[in-house]
């Protein structure tokens, strides 16, 4: 049996709906689990989690990997609308930067 699950993104955050604290794996979208304590939440869900890893490898289906584990080129595509792209090339120019930089820049303070 595989720790794929020990590696998985979890978060834990309050639900003002559920008037509790819920927590999340970013791996297993679907799974998530409810208590009064961010610490129980976190216990949740990873147990959770682990179980379900376990139920796909018995069942011979995909277990997602674990995005810590994966390997990042760096490079990604975003589409923007022509006059986004065009009001960004000139503040890049203005600032004597290349777009990328800007771009780069402007992701890393977001």
Known sequence: ????AEHYT???HWSPEDDLYVGTVAELPSLSWLAPDQTEAFIGVKCVAM???SDLE????????ALA???YSGKFMVRVPPEVHR???IE??????SLNRLA???LVRA
């Open 69 to 71: 584990d994966r390997e």
């Open 58 to 65: 018995s069942d011979g289906e995909l277990v997602p990997p």
């Open 1 to 4: 049996m595989s720790n794929v």
């Open 51 to 53: 179980e379900t890893v």
């Open 92 to 97: 890049a120019a203005e600032q004597n930067v």
């Open 87 to 89: 009001q960004l090339v």
């Open 104 to 106: 780069a820049s402007r």
């Open 10 to 12: 979890y978060r834990v």
